[in-house]
């Protein structure tokens, strides 16, 4: 008598969970979004507490649709529907090209809100960490786009852009449960590397992954994780010189 049995021998499971590794992280990079965002926008818009000015709204509504069509399309690429995956790419670009906008748009909207508390110089100051998460996201993109029949390096490339905007939505749960209440204003960018490094440990997952899979780190996560450490640490030292006053200042000049 013979008994059949559902046996998938252990190689034949370890590719299916490699193949859909990146699937796997785009759906950990809409979680951490979500749940990152979930105290002081989603719920507070729940309660319908939350009272804000258009433009961060929309900043929101497509920062998190996003992170939906990164996951979507990981998926499709996981699940070998490439053609398909290609075919709606352009969704991409354009919902990148939106983001950097309300990215740019948002960040000269707190230095607006800053300024009117008195608080200009530390809202210049603080427009560094928005400003430049937002030019790396939009360059390592573009990277991206431009490796699209370099599957290796583009799957790299999109898991490192999206990993880039993780640090304000966790930042939102240091801010929630971490940082005793303070006065209205932007925070110290200081404060603003502790949680960037939490969200960079999807970055040190995905450098696992390639040792186990490939036996070292693809080059992507070398350079563009130590571009992605470096700018985040040069936002501190930059964000005080009068350089940065200057060129920031004139953008709020520009904006008033």
Same mark, same amino acid.
């Given at each position: 008598?013979?008994?059949?049995?559902?046996? #998938?021998?252990?190689?034949?499971?370890?590719?299916? #969970?490699? *193949?859909?590794?990146?699937?796997?992280?785009?759906?950990?990079?809409?979680?951490?979004?979500?749940?990152?965002?979930?105290?002081?926008?989603?719920?507070p818009?729940? $309660?319908?507490?939350?009272?804000?000015?258009?433009?961060?709204?929309?900043?929101?509504?497509?920062?998190?649709a996003?992170?939906?069509?990164?996951?979507?399309?990981?998926w %499709?690429?996981a699940?070998g529907?490439?053609?398909? #995956?290609?075919?709606i790419?352009?969704?991409?670009?354009?919902?990148?090209?939106?983001?950097?906008?309300? /990215?740019?748009?948002?960040? @000269?909207?707190?230095? &607006?809100?800053?300024?009117?508390?008195?608080?200009?110089?530390?809202?210049?100051?603080?427009?560094?960490?928005?400003?430049s998460?937002?030019?790396?996201?939009? @360059? +390592?993109?573009a990277?991206?786009?431009?490796?699209?029949? $370099?599957?290796? +390096?583009? &799957? $790299?490339?999109?898991?490192?852009?999206?990993?880039?905007?993780?640090?304000? =939505?966790? =930042? $939102?749960?240091?801010? *929630?449960?971490?940082?005793?209440?303070?006065?209205?204003?932007?925070? !110290?960018?200081? @404060?603003?590397? !502790?949680?960037?490094?939490?969200?960079?440990?999807?970055?040190?997952?995905?450098?696992?992954?390639?040792?186990? *899979?490939?036996?070292?780190?693809? !080059?992507?996560?070398?350079?563009?994780?130590?571009?992605?450490?470096?700018v &985040?640490?040069?936002?501190?030292?930059?964000?005080? *010189?009068?350089?940065?006053?200057?060129?920031?200042? /004139?953008?709020?000049? %520009?904006?008033?």
């Amino acid at each position: 008598m013979t008994t059949l049995t559902d046996y #998938h021998p252990p190689r034949v499971t370890a590719q299916s #969970h490699t *193949t859909y590794f990146y699937f796997y992280m785009a759906l950990a990079c809409m979680a951490v979004a979500f749940l990152g965002f979930a105290p002081t926008y989603w719920l507070p818009m729940a $309660r319908r507490s939350f009272a804000a000015p258009p433009v961060i709204h929309v900043h929101g509504l497509l920062f998190f649709a996003w992170t939906i069509y990164f996951a979507f399309q990981s998926w %499709l690429a996981a699940s070998g529907k490439v053609v398909r #995956h290609r075919t709606i790419g352009m969704i991409g670009i354009s919902l990148a090209t939106a983001m950097t906008i309300f /990215g740019f748009l948002v960040a @000269v909207e707190a230095m &607006k809100r800053s300024a009117a508390l008195g608080q200009t110089d530390a809202g210049i100051s603080f427009a560094i960490v928005p400003l430049s998460g937002i030019l790396f996201f939009a @360059v +390592v993109f573009a990277l991206a786009v431009a490796a699209i029949r $370099r599957p290796e +390096v583009h &799957k $790299r490339l999109m898991l490192l852009a999206g990993i880039s905007l993780l640090d304000a =939505a966790v =930042a $939102r749960w240091f801010l *929630t449960f971490l940082a005793p209440p303070g006065p209205p204003g932007p925070p !110290p960018v200081a @404060v603003t590397l !502790p949680p960037a490094f939490v969200a960079y440990l999807l970055l040190v997952v995905a450098i696992v992954q390639d040792w186990r *899979t490939r036996g070292r780190p693809h !080059p992507v996560y070398i350079y563009g994780g130590t571009a992605l450490i470096a700018v &985040k640490l040069l936002n501190w030292p930059i964000s005080v *010189t009068p350089l940065w006053h200057s060129f920031a200042g /004139g953008i709020l000049a %520009l904006a008033q």
